[in-house]
């Protein structure tokens, strides 16, 4: 029996990459395509709409939740009916094989999810060296981030009642619970993601800044208090 999966995609402020994410899904031939935005001030919502009405993705839909990804995130899997979820962040683009890679993966029963590794968009210099080193820590600690495109087996995901209800680190949270579950599979395809995030604020910054999070995150300090430090997570 084919497994059937479902992408779904967190949204808020997105016109200018989600045109391009929408379209590289054109032939990847997924079962569920739901795009679940935040409010929106631009032209994201209507750039979706257009987009997944245009590609003939069936069924897609574009519906609203309350902003959070986590919030937001768990919306969309819960409006979907596929044996798999596969959580894609607006500015990330999968591979070819990705549908494949996913059902060779969750071909194993004792798998309960798995992510990709990541690099981005100007693979050269501080870009490069840092995909590398989030792809070596993730393959050694087990945990994964949303940028590496995080894929669940739908009973796993409901019977740990979805994301958890944080403004930050939801990701390393969620993958946390699966790994007591079953294995989490470290694929070698690689998603391609926007190195915005790290320009916009330094480079160097920026990495000291996610270092300190997540070392603090991992020391018990509350994700809501961390996120008053961090601002926006998009």
């Known amino acids: ?68 990804r986590a919030r937001q995130m768990n919306a969309g899997a819960w409006a979907t009916h596929s044996d798999v979820l596969l959580f894609l962040h607006a500015d990330t683009l999968l591979p070819p094989e990705a549908r494949t890679e996913i059902e060779r993966v969750m071909g194993n029963p004792k798998c309960v999810g798995g992510r990709f590794d990541v690099r981005f968009e100007d693979d050269r210099g501080w870009a490069w060296l840092i995909s590398r080193l989030i792809n070596w820590r993730s393959r050694w600690s087990g945990i994964a981030t949303g940028d590496q495109a995080l894929f669940v087996r739908r009973s796993a995901f409901d019977d740990l009642g979805g994301f958890a209800d944080v403004p930050l680190m939801e990701d390393l949270e969620l993958t946390q619970r699966l790994k007591r579950m079953g294995s989490f599979a470290a694929s070698r395809a690689t998603v391609t993601t926007s190195f915005r995030r790290w320009q916009r604020q330094g480079i160097l910054l920026t990495i000291l800044q996610m270092w300190l999070l997540r070392f603090l995150y991992w020391m018990g300090v509350p994700p809501g208090t961390l996120q008053h430090w961090y601002g926006t997570i998009r």
């Open 1 to 68: 029996m084919a497994t059937s999966i479902a992408v779904v995609i967190p949204t808020l402020d997105e016109e200018r990459v989600l045109s391009r994410t929408l379209l590289s899904l054109r032939q990847l031939r997924f079962d569920e395509v739901v795009l679940v935005d935040g409010g929106s001030r631009d032209q994201t919502v209507t750039i979706a709409q257009g987009q997944l009405r245009g590609l003939s993705l069936r069924p897609a839909k574009v519906m609203a939740a309350e902003r959070g």
